[in-house]
């Protein structure tokens, strides 16, 4: 499998912020606060640094969490 980068990962957070903004799609809150904050911080970022997914976190490739992804927890 093609190894991802912050490229790929802002491209496609881009395009859902902006879904967002425009009334596109309406997710929850702490969605759209995820989105916004995750663009932010890729936008920071080389765009060639590889991103990996672990869990509900997202790491560089360092294995620093750039973000965490809204979870709902059930018990």
């Given at each position: 499998m093609k190894k991802l980068d912050v490229r790929h990962f802002l491209g496609i957070y881009r395009l859902r912020k902006a879904m967002?903004?425009?009334?596109?799609?309406?997710?929850?809150?702490?969605?759209?606060?995820?989105?916004?904050?995750?663009?932010?911080?890729?936008?920071?970022?080389?765009?060639?640094?590889?991103?990996?997914?672990?869990?509900?976190?997202?790491?560089?490739s360092k294995g620093n969490i750039i973000a965490e992804l809204p979870v709902i927890k059930t018990d």
């Open positions: 967002q903004e425009d009334g596109i799609t309406n997710p929850s809150d702490e969605v759209k606060i995820f989105t916004r904050e995750f663009v932010d911080t890729l936008s920071k970022m080389p765009l060639n640094e590889e991103v990996r997914i672990l869990d509900y976190s997202f790491l560089d």
